[in-house]
């Protein structure tokens, strides 16, 4: 059973060993007031599992030095995706925008519709509060460091008062989780260059979609707590990421998907989209780093553990690497083979054959330039 303390704060009761002479009660004490609170919990020594909407911070893993490495993929575990959701009023007639043009509108250099195609109505700005992590991640996508959110803005402690604060309002602009847009009118996003994205499941599960984020759990290397070790491995399973999709978020269960051909593709990968399936995950890797990412270790395991429950390890499996663009074109290819076979050596050493990679350099880019690193990725396809 669980009850609730307050808005953000829920108790979990539970029994350990129901069948036992003695059976333990146990409490477990669920606070939601932003990533930031976690962290500063973790150093005090107050709680067992952080749980987080962005990336652990340099300053953080600084602080929770004395914890071991809370950046190893025993500390760090994604444990499903979000799509942040750029959402006004449902009877507002845009429907795309670009990262550029949300930053403006964020800051406050632009405060009209009509300069985006819309009516002649003043903007109204909603963001989520300091503490949130979903605050976090817009910032660092969309306002960098150069700009600041307006002070105009209207701050909110949840997804759900911003978005009933949205729907209440026709002027209305704001951002919040996949899993919390409810009725508003979600819109298209890009940045130049790239084609816009609506989120949804599989461009949200890939993370090709500009705004996807990942959600963390963390937990100290040295732990001792067996239980919270027990938990996040069943947040990781399959039967845990069917909650995670259960609750709103995108599951990293694998999924395939048929891709539909278009002219911008090399002729390679058109012949993918003509024989084969797109699988729902992205191996990348650490930022500036040939090393896979704490994600992409673990996906390595979920690959293997999906062909094999699928019947599926003598089917033709094929990696496609791509890079970063920062490159001359003969080093982008090198560079994204490079990619593509640091996954497939992973792979071999859980026993399983991978009939082709290759590399395509920088084409078909995911991110601009406030987000090259995410260009750095190997794509998996399955003969169908």
Not at 117 to 135: E, F, K, M, N, V
Not at 213 to 237: G, H
Not at 238 to 250: D, I, K, P, T, Y
């Amino acid at each position: 059973m669980h009850r609730k303390e307050n808005e953000n704060q829920t108790i979990v009761t539970g029994i350990l060993n129901p069948f036992a002479s003695t059976p333990d009660k146990m409490e477990i004490f669920i606070e939601a007031q932003g990533s930031s609170t976690g962290f500063k919990e973790l150093q005090k020594n107050t709680t067992d599992i952080v749980m987080s909407s962005r990336r652990i911070k340099e300053k953080e893993t600084s602080a929770l030095v004395s914890f071991g490495d809370m950046k190893t993929p025993e500390t760090e575990h994604t444990i499903g995706i979000d799509g942040l959701s750029i959402v006004v009023h449902p009877d507002n007639p845009i429907d795309s925008l670009t990262l550029d043009q949300l930053a403006k509108v964020f800051s406050g250099e632009i405060t009209n519709w009509e300069r985006l195609g819309g009516l002649s109505r003043p903007s109204s700005i909603y963001a989520r509060d300091d503490h949130s992590g979903t605050w976090d991640t817009f910032k660092k996508i969309i306002l960098g460091k150069e700009l600041t959110l307006s002070d105009k803005a209207e701050r909110f402690e949840s997804n759900t008062a911003l978005v009933q604060a949205v729907m209440n309002d026709l002027n209305a602009i704001g951002f919040v989780g996949l899993a919390a847009v409810g009725k508003t009118n979600v819109i298209a996003v890009n940045e130049e260059g790239i084609d816009a994205m609506v989120p949804d499941a599989f461009k949200v599960a890939t993370e090709d979609y500009p705004l996807a984020r990942r959600l963390y759990l963390y937990i100290p290397e040295r732990s001792n707590n067996n239980i919270a070790k027990e938990f996040i491995e069943f947040c990781q399973s399959a039967e845990g990421q069917e909650l995670v999709s259960h609750v709103g978020f995108v599951s990293q269960n694998i999924q395939r998907a048929k891709i539909k051909k278009t002219p911008k593709m090399p002729v390679y990968y058109q012949g993918l989209t003509e024989s084969a399936q797109r699988l729902s995950l992205n191996f990348r890797f650490a930022e500036g780093s040939p090393l896979l990412d704490t994600k992409a270790n673990r996906d390595i395991r979920r690959l293997v553990k999906y062909l094999k429950e699928e019947n599926a390890l003598s089917k033709k499996v094929t990696l496609v690497g791509f890079s970063n663009g920062t490159k001359s074109y003969s080093e982008d290819v090198v560079l994204s083979r490079f990619r593509a076979l640091a996954v497939r050596r992973e792979l071999l050493k859980q026993g399983v054959q991978i009939a082709d990679s290759r590399g395509l350099g920088s084409f078909m880019p995911v991110a601009g330039k406030k987000n090259t690193f995410k260009n750095d990725r190997v794509e998996a396809w399955i003969e169908e």
